[in-house]
């Protein structure tokens, strides 16, 4: 109850960047990680965890040794993160994803999992995102994100050479899946 009240808040003080108001269910989590080799990932980087629904699987799932970025701005989403998930290395603004990986020394990713709200976005603001997106991921890398329509799929489909479309219901609102691949190794 506590997050939902958190994402009613947020969505209400700023309904272009948190795109729904309740945390995403457990069997959007399970639909949404199903694609990722856990013992094949080296580096996992999560896009807009909120109140970390994904962060939570990912924790149990991931292999000890990977390395684990979340990627949130909003400053209360932050602050509940850090106090759910002590340690964990955090980033503020997926703009700067290639910045901040030179920085760390961290090599390409093999999974970013968004929960993003693209279609709330301004198309600048999504096309500089998908971009660092796709120069984060090594080659064979998966970005998994999901949407309440169809809106993105076109765009993705330009970018990616294989987008597989999902559905889950069990999610409010219902949602769908993005698995996405640029058709080099490990495919």
Do not use: H
């Not at 960047?17 to 094949?40: A, H, T, Y």
């Amino acid at each position: 109850m506590a997050d939902f009240m958190v994402f009613l808040r947020r969505f209400f003080a700023e309904p272009g960047r948190v795109g729904s108001i309740i945390p995403s269910s457990r069997f959007l989590c399970e639909k949404m990680l199903c694609s990722v080799d856990w013992n094949q990932s080296d580096v996992i980087i999560e896009l807009g965890p909120g109140t970390g629904a994904f962060t939570e699987s990912i924790l149990k799932k991931k292999r000890l040794d990977t390395k684990y970025i979340l990627v949130e701005r909003d400053p209360l989403f932050r602050e509940m993160l850090t106090r759910r998930f002590p340690g964990i290395t955090m980033w503020d603004e997926a703009l700067k994803l290639q910045e901040y990986m030179s920085t760390a020394g961290i090599g390409k990713a093999d999974a970013i999992i968004s929960g993003l709200p693209f279609a709330n976005f301004p198309a600048e603001l999504r096309t500089g995102i998908l971009d660092e997106v796709q120069s984060a991921l090594a080659p064979g890398g998966l970005f998994i994100t999901f949407q309440y329509s169809l809106q993105l799929k076109a765009e993705l489909q330009t970018r990616f050479q294989r987008v597989e479309t999902t559905f889950t219901p069990l999610n409010i609102p219902p949602a769908f899946i993005y698995t996405c691949r640029d058709g080099s190794v490990g495919n």
